[in-house]
């Protein structure tokens, strides 16, 4: 079953700028899926789509196979948002805001109780629970709208850019509350700049481009397609000219360090090797750019 | 979709937030009104003597609660729910399947309760200058309620199509202030030109007023029928307006 359907979806704002020109979309039950583009692509017009936030010129949108303009409170129950930008009352306390949310659903008072607990705890924020929202970090406020996000069980969750501006040890932590609530069985949808995010977490992906969708397929095949691979290699002694390597593309970076772009076939020994025989030695390697990112500039491009 | 508790939540946290204001909310009123018994009611009032046979400082109680009713309703719901548009956590509600007659009425309740809890406030100040012998009390209650849930309607639409907060305040400054106060609040139409009476006539709070008067005092410049006739006419139709903008998703979506 698809968690989201998508039919030529199209959106025009009021200024004439078309954001959306028909695009197609399935994500199945269960997945964790990546809706990828650069700023102004049309990621947010669909995220605000799908949760009611903007209004669509024309196309459907369909949530566990209820129309979101025909069954709109079906479908509605079965989202979930956490949205870009903090968008809580930052007077109430993190508890009041989760609590409200749940009632917002029309969950009991016992029910709501529970379950702000449970998402509260999930998040790690039980003992922030008191402390009025304005006085939390970055990275709790981002957890509060998770929290919040979870607290009606939705089926499908939207995380539009959660890790947005966190630290990297608290967006890895955000990362394995990500996927625990997917193993749980919550359907996901990222949107996300860190493309490092998008290919650790999810399995699927689309590429969203002036507001047309220019990929779509899963995250092996589409990292398959990968024919180069691009390193940075920290040398020994410094170069004055970058050298000739059969089948590569070298470019000093700094005298003593050396770009380059080594064809998918050519393992790391062959390019060893072809180091080796040129006397360069080779302290340290990195990856240039993620593979994901290079796909993606590669495609918007 | 359980729409009682979804209306419950949002009346609570809107209760909740102008009474842990009071300060803001609720003493400002009590004070403003004692000024106005004082140097209106009792200084200059013993020299007007009196209006339709009763004394001015008893004339001018009634139009004073609803005053402060008028305002303080407004000002609830347009700040709150400017507010919560401002800091765009009017997605919460856009979010979850609540429906738009739930959101409206869920302000609407918190408009409703401030502004009657301002006039219980400002009564309660009154009794110290005059007696209040409410011979029609059912029927003020009903003006007060219905004058709550109009003025609360108004601030809400207000929010809705505001732009930054001092579009929150044009209306109050410039429509409802000056309204009020020609409303017959401080004196009898009967004491103006024609031409001053017959403008007059064709401001809502007038009426209100001055029903609101008779429940009181028993003194009325107006039919008391055609004044709730015409305020529930505005109720009906601010209402049906309120539902189309939310609907439309006018200032709240894009």
Redesign the interface.
């Known amino acids: 079953m698809n968690a989201l359907s998508l039919r030529n979806l199209r959106k025009t704002?009021n200024n004439g700028f078309e954001a959306l020109k028909g695009i197609d979309l399935d994500v199945k039950a269960g997945d964790f899926f990546a809706l990828l583009g650069a700023n102004g692509a049309g990621k947010s017009?669909t995220i605000?789509i799908i949760?009611?936030?903007?209004?669509e010129t024309s196309g459907t949108v369909s949530v566990f196979g209820h129309d979101l303009r025909k069954e709109?409170?079906?479908a509605?129950?079965c989202?979930g948002?956490v949205?870009q930008?903090v968008?809580?009352?930052?007077f109430e306390t993190v508890r009041?805001i989760v609590l409200?949310?749940a009632?917002?659903?029309?969950?009991?008072s016992k029910e709501a109780k529970i379950s702000t607990e449970h998402c509260l705890k999930q998040m790690q924020l039980w003992d922030k629970r008191d402390t009025v929202s304005r006085r939390l970090s970055g990275g709790m406020k981002r957890r509060v709208m998770i929290a919040?996000a979870l607290v009606?069980s939705p089926k499908l969750l939207i995380l539009d850019e959660p890790t947005a501006g966190v630290d990297i040890e608290i967006r890895r932590l955000m990362w394995e509350m990500i996927r625990e609530v997917n193993q749980n069985g919550t359907t996901i949808i990222l949107t996300t700049h860190y493309l490092e995010e998008a290919e650790n977490l999810c399995r699927n992906i689309a590429i969203i481009h002036q507001g047309l969708i220019v990929e779509n397929s899963d995250m092996a095949t589409l990292l398959g397609r990968i024919h180069v691979n691009h390193f940075l290699l920290d040398l020994a002694n410094p170069l004055q000219v970058a050298p000739q390597l059969e089948g590569c593309v070298c470019e000093l970076v700094e005298e003593k360090v050396l770009s380059v772009s080594v064809p998918k076939q050519t393992s790391l020994n062959q390019l060893f090797e072809k180091l080796s025989a040129l006397n360069i030695e080779v302290v340290s390697l990195k990856n240039k750019s993620n593979r994901l990112e290079q796909l993606f500039m590669d495609i918007v491009q | 979709m359980n729409s009682a508790i979804a209306l419950r939540t949002i009346a609570f946290k809107e209760i909740r937030r102008f009474v842990r204001i009071w300060p803001q909310t609720l003493l400002p009123p009590a004070i403003t009104t004692a000024l106005y018994f004082l140097i209106f009611g009792k200084l200059i009032g013993s020299r007007v003597g009196t209006i339709h046979g009763i004394s001015y400082m008893e004339y001018i109680v009634p139009g004073i609660i609803l005053m402060s009713v008028i305002s303080h309703s407004y000002a609830n719901v347009v700040s709150s729910f400017y507010s919560t548009k401002f800091q765009h956590n009017i997605e919460e509600l856009l979010v979850s399947p609540v429906p738009n007659w739930v959101i409206l009425l869920g302000y609407i309740m918190g408009g409703i309760a401030r502004g009657l809890l301002v006039g219980l406030v400002v009564t309660l100040i009154s009794l110290l200058f005059a007696k209040i012998a409410a011979p029609h009390l059912a029927l003020a209650l009903l003006v007060a309620f219905l004058t709550a849930t109009l003025f609360s309607l108004a601030g809400f639409i207000n929010a809705v199509f505001a732009d930054s907060f001092d579009d929150i305040s044009i209306i109050p400054n410039f429509v409802l202030t000056p309204l009020s106060y020609l409303g017959g609040v401080f004196y009898t139409v009967e004491m103006l030109p024609d031409i001053w009476q017959s403008i007059s006539l064709a401001n809502p709070i007038l009426y209100m007023v001055n029903t609101f008067r008779y429940g009181l005092c028993n003194v009325s410049d107006v039919d008391t029928v055609l004044a709730l006739i015409i305020t529930s006419g505005f109720i009906v139709v601010l209402t049906l307006f309120s539902l189309l903008l939310l609907h439309k998703g006018v200032g709240i979506k894009n």
């Open positions: 704002y017009t605000g949760s009611s936030l903007v209004n709109n409170q079906q509605k129950r989202i948002l949205p930008e968008n809580f009352n930052q009041n409200n949310q009632g917002y659903y029309g969950m009991s919040r009606h």
